[in-house]
C-alpha cells in the first residue's frame, strides 16, 4: 500500500476514525490502485481515454458501488469508505477520480436519494455491479455556473419525453449507456430525466484539447428528439436542480477526497526527489528553502485531509438522517469548504513539488507534472471554486448576501 495512504489509514485507525471494514475498503481500494496505475501511465502518455479499463478493475472488486446499499448491489460504504477510495486513486491521478465520481457520486447518489425502486432495479443495480455507465448532463455550452438558465427542454408526447438540446464537457458521455439528463419545460419546470443511449443521442465531439486529464471522457453531446418513456422521470417535475445538488453534494467530497491522494504523491515524489538530486555539491534536500517547500506540502496535506475529514463525517450523518435540515446545512457548508480547500491545496502542492524537480518536473513523464495539469480542472468543475467561495461566505453572512445570484 502507498506508504502515505497506509500511514493515514492507520492513524485513523488509531484515533477511532475508522472501523474495520473501513481498513477492507482500504485494502480493496489499494488493490484497484495499483491494477489500474500501470496502464494508466501508458494511456496517459499516448492522451488515450481508458475509462473501460479503469471501470473493468473497478467492477471486478465492486467498488463502482462503493457508496451503494447491499439490497441494491453495491458494497454498502459510507462517506468515509468513499473518501479513503477517491484518496487512494488519487494518487494515481485525478483521470480516475473524475470518470469515478460521476459513476459513483453524482449518478448513484441521485438514484439512490430520489429514485423509485423500479428505476434503482433497472439503472442503479446495474450502475452498482459495472454493467451500466451513467453521465451526469447539466452543463450546456451557453449554461455552467447557473444551472437555472440551461436550455435543454422536454416536451411530454406520446406516453413520455421528447428531448432536445447540448450538453457540453460531459465525463463519460462515451461511455454512458444512459443519461440523467437536466432539462426544462415552460410549465413543469427543471427536471431530472433518464435517457437510454439511442441514435437520437448524438456525441458531438471528443473533447480532445484539454490541458490535461487526458485518461477521462469529456465529450460534447446533442439529444436530438431523444425520446424517454414517463416512468424515466426522477422524483417530480420540477425537481431537477434540487436532484442534481444531491450528486454534486457526494460529488464534492469525492473530489475533495481525490485531492489528498493528489498531495500525498507530490509529498511522496517531493521527498524522494529532494533525497536523490545533488546540486552545490549536496543533496538539494539540504537546501533550507527546498525543506521550506516540502514543509508547505506537508502543511497543504494537512489542511486538505482535515478538511475531507469533517466534510465526510457530516456526510455520513447526514445520510443516515436525510429529511434533517440542520445537517443538511452544516453537510452541505463542511463539503463544499472541503472542495474549495483541497482542491486548491492539491493545486500548489502540485505546484511546489513541480519546483522542486526543477525542469524535469515541467513534463507529463513525472507524477508531479501530471497532477499538476489535471488538478486544475478540479478548481472548476462541479461548482467553480469562486462561486463556491461566495456561497461559503453567504452561508456565513446569512439570507439576503448571496452575492453570486
Ligand atoms: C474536465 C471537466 C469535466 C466536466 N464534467 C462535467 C459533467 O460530467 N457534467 C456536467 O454537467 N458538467 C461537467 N463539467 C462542466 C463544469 O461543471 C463547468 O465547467 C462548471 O460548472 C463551470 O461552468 P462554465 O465552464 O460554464 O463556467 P462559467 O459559468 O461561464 O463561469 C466562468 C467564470 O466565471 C465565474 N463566475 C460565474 N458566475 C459567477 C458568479 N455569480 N460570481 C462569481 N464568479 C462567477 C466562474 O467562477 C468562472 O471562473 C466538466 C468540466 C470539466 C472541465
Not at 469508505?81 to 477520480?97: C, K, P
Not at 459513476?103 to 429514485?115: K, Y
Not at 414517463?230 to 417530480?236: P, S
Amino acid at each position: 500500500m502507498e506508504a502515505l495512504f497506509q500511514e493515514h489509514v492507520t492513524e485513523l485507525k488509531e484515533r477511532g476514525l475508522i472501523s474495520t471494514e473501513h481498513e477492507r475498503f482500504a485494502e480493496l481500494a489499494d488493490k484497484a490502485a495499483e491494477e489500474i496505475y500501470v496502464n494508466e501511465l501508458d494511456t496517459y502518455m499516448k492522451r488515450e481515454v481508458n475509462v473501460k479499463a479503469q471501470f473493468e478493475v473497478l467492477k471486478k472488486y465492486g467498488l463502482l458501488g462503493i457508496h451503494v446499499p447491499k439490497q441494491y448491489a453495491g458494497l454498502g460504504g459510507d462517506a468515509i469508505a468513499l473518501s479513503l477510495l477517491f484518496e487512494r486513486l488519487g494518487q494515481v491521478g485525478m483521470g480516475v477520480v473524475t470518470g469515478l465520481d460521476v459513476q459513483t457520486c453524482l449518478t448513484e447518489a441521485i438514484l439512490q436519494r430520489w429514485a423509485n425502486e423500479e428505476q434503482k432495479k433497472r439503472y442503479l443495480v446495474p450502475e452498482a455491479k459495472g454493467d451500466k455507465f451513467m453521465s451526469f448532463c447539466l452543463t450546456e455550452p451557453g449554461e455552467g455556473s447557473d444551472p437555472s438558465s440551461l436550455q435543454t427542454t422536454f416536451e411530454e408526447k406520446d406516453g413520455g419525453f421528447v428531448i432536445n438540446g447540448e450538453k457540453y464537457l460531459i465525463t463519460n458521455g462515451s461511455i454512458a449507456n444512459a443519461y440523467i439528463v437536466f432539462c426544462r419545460n415552460k410549465e413543469k419546470g427543471i427536471s431530472a430525466i433518464i435517457v437510454d443511449k439511442d441514435d437520437h443521442v448524438k456525441k458531438e465531439a471528443e473533447i480532445e484539447e484539454k490541458l490535461g486529464l487526458f485518461t477521462s471522457d469529456t465529450t460534447l453531446l446533442s439529444f436530438d428528439n431523444a425520446f424517454a418513456p414517463k416512468e424515466n422521470l426522477i422524483g417530480n417535475f420540477g425537481d431537477g436542480l434540487k436532484l442534481a445538488y444531491t450528486g454534486l453534494l457526494t460529488g464534492r467530497l469525492g473530489i475533495a477526497a481525490g485531492c489528498v491522494g493528489v498531495i500525498e504523491d507530490c509529498l511522496n515524489a517531493a521527498v524522494s526527489r529532494s533525497r536523490e538530486r545533488v546540486q552545490f555539491g549536496k543533496e538539494i534536500g539540504k537546501h533550507q528553502l527546498v525543506q521550506r517547500r516540502i514543509s508547505v506540502v506537508e502543511q497543504q496535506l494537512g489542511t486538505a485531509s482535515g478538511a475531507v475529514e469533517r466534510a465526510a463525517y457530516w456526510k455520513k450523518r447526514y445520510d443516515d438522517d436525510p429529511q434533517n435540515p440542520d445537517l443538511r446545512k452544516t453537510t452541505d457548508h463542511n463539503v463544499t469548504l472541503a472542495k474549495v480547500m483541497a482542491t486548491n491545496a492539491a493545486w500548489r502542492a502540485a505546484d511546489n513539488a513541480i519546483q522542486l524537480f526543477g525542469g524535469s518536473g515541467y513534463s507529463i513523464l513525472t507524477p508531479v507534472g501530471r497532477h499538476y495539469i489535471d488538478i486544475r480542472a478540479s478548481r472548476i468543475y462541479e461548482g467553480s471554486n469562486d462561486v463556491l467561495e461566495l456561497k461559503l461566505a453567504s452561508d456565513l453572512l446569512g439570507a439576503g448576501f448571496q452575492a453570486y445570484k
